[in-house]
């Protein structure tokens, strides 16, 4: 083991284990003729899982048109979203695609295509009455991110919020956007998966869930869930970065280059605007 050896050993060895790395790395990069998908399969409409096992959905009906452009085969499979990332780094997936957000702080540790969708966040309640006084559920209010510049807004939230209980996914953009701006004057629930919240929420078990607006308008039309509403505006803007995107290791340049060159031509000839309108009856496109 390289801990019983001494100094010099240590380095030597660990000049070896990354020259051989990056030699591998250089050699696979040269030809991809399969990729292992990671993608949640829980987090409807983006990602569902069929009966059967099968994974469907916006985003592995658009990763099957990506594949078939790349002409390179493609395995997607079911992933818990707080350990897709670190899978991820470890070389267990190639590619992430779970409606994940563009941030500079996921772009220190990996790398995203452009971005395939951009859309808002949003709370749903099973209390009309909470963030009534906030605006028109079809008002979007739109974020810099900047404490200073959103302090006004931010504040109305916080007074409407405040001794509630706020449900959210762990590991999100939306989750560190509760816990800065809420924590103090609210209860923070943090669930693995957002469907186990949505009971929660149902049940009178947390007063209130955040989440991305695309996911909320699937999970209200669920007939189980026709206590739940929208309440208070959406919440957009540059506050939630250019988009989602899909996710590599930051040594796969050559893999992004291919899959941002069929995201391109998706974009372009119509492909991701029809399945958004299939799946979400809206279109997302960035």
């Given amino acids: 083991m390289l801990i019983k050896r001494g100094v010099l050993g240590r380095l030597v060895a660990l000049a070896v284990w990354g020259a051989s790395v990056t030699l591998s790395s250089s050699a696979d990069a040269k030809e991809w003729t399969s990729v292992t998908i990671a993608t949640e399969g829980a987090y409807a409409p983006w990602n569902i899982t069929l009966p059967g096992g099968k994974l469907g959905g916006f985003e592995p009906e658009l990763m099957q048109?990506?594949?078939?452009?790349?002409?390179?085969?493609?395995?997607?499979?079911?992933?818990?979203?707080?350990?897709?990332i670190p899978g991820l780094r470890v070389g267990k997936f190639d590619v992430l695609m779970d409606a994940i957000m563009v941030t500079p702080e996921r772009e220190?540790?990996?790398?995203f295509s452009r971005p395939y969708a951009l859309t808002p966040g949003a709370f749903v309640s099973a209390d009309p009455k909470i963030l009534s006084g906030i605006s028109g559920t079809a008002e979007v209010l739109k974020l810099t991110g900047d404490p200073k510049a959103d302090k006004t807004a931010?504040?109305?939230?916080?007074?409407?919020?405040?001794?509630?209980?706020i449900g959210i996914q762990i590991g999100t953009a939306y989750t560190d956007f509760i816990n800065r701006n809420f924590k103090d004057v609210a209860t923070i629930r943090e669930y693995k998966k957002s469907p186990e919240r949505d009971l929660?929420?149902?049940s009178g078990r947390i007063d209130v869930a955040f989440d991305d607006v695309s996911y909320f308008s699937a999970v209200l039309?669920?007939?189980?869930?026709?206590?739940l509403a929208f309440v208070g505006p959406k919440i957009g803007g540059t506050i939630w970065g250019p988009g989602e995107a899909l996710a590599f290791r930051q040594s796969d340049a050559d893999l992004k280059a291919k899959f941002d060159a069929a995201l391109t031509a998706a974009l372009a000839d119509g492909t991701v605007k029809k399945l958004s309108q299939k799946w979400f009856s809206i279109n997302i496109t960035p």
């Fill in 108 to 111: 220190k540790v990996i790398a």
């Fill in 154 to 165: 931010i504040d109305r939230l916080r007074v409407a919020l405040k001794g509630r209980s």
């Fill in 200 to 202: 929660d929420l149902a």
């Fill in 221 to 227: 039309r669920q007939p189980e869930n026709k206590s």
């Fill in 65 to 84: 048109n990506l594949c078939t452009r790349i002409k390179i085969e493609c395995k997607l499979v079911a992933q818990d979203w707080d350990s897709m």
